[in-house]
């Protein structure tokens, strides 16, 4: 846990001094809480993936009432995989994981309305804990000798929109629209309040049919 909170402040930090200019000509800087789920089964093997991670992100959005937009996400989550056979669900190994995303959005504004494109990268990590999984009546097993790590990156294209409405800004968005990934949606509110504390939340939801997935996000900061 206090490795996912030491690189925040630097981070908060270098999207205070790249910024400068939420609402009418303005930018917002916030931490928020992250919780990232999904559930697999694949139908070949007869074997089900559930996963968990939690972690920390901070954010930047750079907002005008008319002019370039800038949105500017990093997150770094950690949690466990649990890898459970569909014939035997007590026959589970453990596989803990560490995710890193990072996201960056360009658009225009046009008064209350910013349409916006852009890209998110990922990278996962895991390692094999050494538990054993195996199935005879499937002739299928795992048991590794030795802990062993691997690493997948993924990426994909977005396109979104926010509308503003007096005192807060509604965000929706499609996620992987090039096809390389999963497609999801995405769906989020921010509050400014009159002391500059700026609160949000935003949600992410799966649409590939064989998994579910499911992503939410607290976040507290402030704008300039």
Do not use: H
């Not at 981070?11 to 200019?21: E, K, P, S």
């Not at 690493?151 to 390389?180: M, P």
């Amino acid at each position: 846990m206090k490795k996912l909170l030491l690189p925040l402040p630097l981070v908060l930090l270098t999207f205070g001094f790249v910024a400068n200019n939420v609402f009418a000509g303005d930018r917002v800087i916030l931490g928020s809480l992250e919780r990232l789920t999904e559930e697999y089964d694949d139908p070949y093997v007869s074997v089900s993936l559930e996963s968990a991670v939690n972690g920390f992100s901070a954010k930047f959005y750079r907002f005008q009432s008319y002019g370039l937009y800038t949105g500017l996400d990093l997150v770094r989550m950690t949690g466990d995989i649990d890898v459970c056979f569909q014939s035997n669900p007590s026959n589970c190994s453990q596989v803990d994981v560490k995710v890193t995303m990072f996201s960056a959005e360009f658009g225009w504004a046009l008064g209350r309305w910013i349409p916006f494109v852009g890209r998110t990268f990922s990278q996962t990590t895991g390692e094999e804990t050494g538990i054993a999984l195996i199935d005879s009546e499937n002739r299928f097993g795992v048991n590794p000798s030795s802990v062993v790590e691997r690493t997948a990156d993924k990426g994909g294209r977005n396109i979104g929109l926010w509308i503003e409405r007096d005192t807060f800004k509604v965000k929706g968005a499609l996620k992987s629209v090039d096809g390389n990934e999963p497609m999801s949606v995405s769906g989020g509110v921010l509050f400014q309040m009159d002391n500059k504390f700026a609160v949000g939340a935003e949600f992410e939801i799966q649409l590939d049919s064989e998994a579910e997935g499911f992503r939410f996000s607290l976040q507290f900061g402030r704008s300039f």
